[in-house]
């Protein structure tokens, strides 16, 4: 009978039928009243909770390293949306040469002049691949670029003064290891594994597009910026200094620890050295470890590359980003620090 009724429904009959309600999610605003209701109410407990010296101690770091970072944050997230919104990917298959062999060095060193964070780089990699630029290259590219722009460059300087032996190593460091994955791709990579990337285009204009990237990067970047600083400051307050002092003491536990600690917090480049630099326990290779990895994969950047490229991608890519990044940081620690 239900069936008879259907074929009878008119056009008209069948668009004034009412659609099933949609279940609405949280807005921002009654996430934010929400919040304000639970502070007010828990305020007593709470002044109670931050008078205790531990407690105070731990707001100290994670406000201190929250303040250091997030201006280079803002400039880093300003300027990757400036490139991914005003700048053609044409532009970067014009500079680029045909040749891989010498297409992976230079897109490496086009990664410290054009700034883009890791929330950017992955799809101008993907722009850069539709419009045939060597994959080898492209990703060359998406490695260098948010970890040896000259934001990071300027912010390292600024959460490790009076070392640039650090900065040094940094930038040397990132970018051997992304020309050395470039080349590795060059040589063993299959177009199989890769996913051509879908074209989107925004359609209300460039500057649309910039507002949209600046607010949906900083929503992500300071997001896990925070959460690193979080557990940066838990680590240096909360953690007894004998459980964590054996870890950082050991040359090899010390730098695995921090690297894959750069993987799971996934904070942006732009303000990973003020957490690494707060990380006083861990030897100066294992910090080095950590401001490597975490540019070239981390959990929200397996995501990202996986949803671009492909999961066959994703799953050869990640862990040869971070085997070459560890191998790295180990390599310019022992020759420069």
């Known amino acids: 009978m239900s069936a008879e009724l259907a074929e009878t429904e008119t056009p008209a009959e069948r668009s004034a039928t009412p659609a099933p309600a949609r279940r609405r999610g949280l807005t921002s605003i009654e996430a934010l009243a929400l919040l304000l209701i639970f502070g007010l ?11 205790a010296p531990a407690a105070q101690a731990w707001s100290a770091r994670f406000v201190a390293v929250c303040v250091q970072a997030f201006p280079f944050l803002v400039l880093g997230v300003v300027l990757s949306a400036a490139i991914a919104a005003f700048v053609p990917a044409g532009f970067f298959h014009k500079v680029v040469p045909k040749r891989t062999v010498l297409a992976v060095p230079v897109a490496g060193v086009a990664g410290a002049v054009l700034p883009a964070c890791e929330c950017a780089s992955v799809p101008v990699a993907g722009a850069l691949v539709r419009r045939g630029v060597a994959p080898a290259a492209a990703f060359t590219f998406m490695l260098a670029s948010p970890a040896i722009n000259p934001i990071v460059v300027v912010s390292t300087i600024v959460a490790f003064p009076g070392n640039p032996e650090m900065v040094f190593a940094r930038v040397a460091a990132s970018l051997a290891a992304a020309i050395t994955i470039g080349w590795l791709w060059a040589r063993l990579g299959k177009t199989e594994w890769l996913k051509l990337p879908k074209h989107h285009h925004h ?3 460039k500057w649309a597009a910039f507002w949209s990237a600046i607010r949906h990067d900083f929503l992500h970047a300071g997001g896990y910026l925070v959460i690193g600083a979080a557990i940066a400051a838990s680590l240096n307050t909360l953690v007894p200094e004998t459980w964590l002092q054996p870890i950082a003491d050991h040359p090899v536990l010390g730098v695995l620890a921090l690297a894959i600690l750069a993987v799971l917090v996934s904070i942006c480049s732009e303000s990973d050295a003020f957490v690494a630099a707060s990380l006083t326990q861990f030897s100066p290779t294992a910090k080095l470890a950590f401001m490597v990895v975490g540019p070239f994969i981390d959990v929200k950047l397996a ?5 671009t490229f492909g999961r066959r991608f994703a799953l050869r ?3 040869t980003a971070f085997v070459a990044a560890v191998l790295a940081a180990v390599l310019m620690g022992a020759l420069l620090l």
């Open 41 to 51: 109410t828990a305020r007593p407990g709470l002044t109670e909770l931050f008078a």
């Open 203 to 205: 359609d209300d204009g």
């Open 303 to 307: 995501a990202m590359q996986a949803g």
């Open 317 to 319: 890519f990640a862990p």
